[in-house]
């Protein structure tokens, strides 16, 4: 199967919102718990936010919880990760990807596979 496609990355200033938007193909994606990761130069991948297969359930890292929302939409194979409250340090290429082992609560990168190229998200004070 493919890899997913991000979009929906820009420039946007402090307490600004943004959508992205994960277009994941192949059938198996809906079948998949979802996470979006994200990284920042010099740092490695951390983990934002996953969504359980049926977008039943979600869960976040601390530094997305309040402002972040991921979501899905299986019969368009796609998922989001609305952001608001924008800050600086939001700054990142963002990645989602397939998680195939371990739970939704898994946030080291290990867990996932088929990432996509990521978008950029830059955000300016």
């Known amino acids: 199967q493919g890899q997913p496609v991000e979009s929906g990355g820009g420039l946007v200033q402090a307490g600004g919102s943004l959508r992205l938007s994960c277009a994941a193909p192949?059938?198996?994606?809906?079948?998949?718990?979802m996470g979006w990761f994200r990284q920042a130069p010099g740092k490695d991948r951390e983990f934002v936010a996953a969504?359980?297969?049926?977008?039943?359930?979600?869960y976040y890292a601390d530094s997305a919880k309040g402002r972040f929302i991921v979501s899905r939409d299986n019969a368009k194979n796609t998922v989001f990760l609305q952001m608001n409250s924008l800050k600086p340090e939001d700054t990142a290429v963002y990645y989602c990807?397939?998680?195939?082992?371990?739970?939704?609560?898994?946030?080291?990168?290990?867990?996932?596979?088929?990432w996509g190229q990521g978008t950029q998200v830059t955000v300016s004070s």
């Open positions: 990807a397939a998680g195939y082992q371990g739970t939704l609560y898994s946030t080291g990168t290990s867990t996932y596979h088929n």
């Open positions: 192949g059938r198996s994606f809906s079948m998949s718990r």
């Open positions: 969504i359980n297969w049926i977008g039943a359930n979600t």
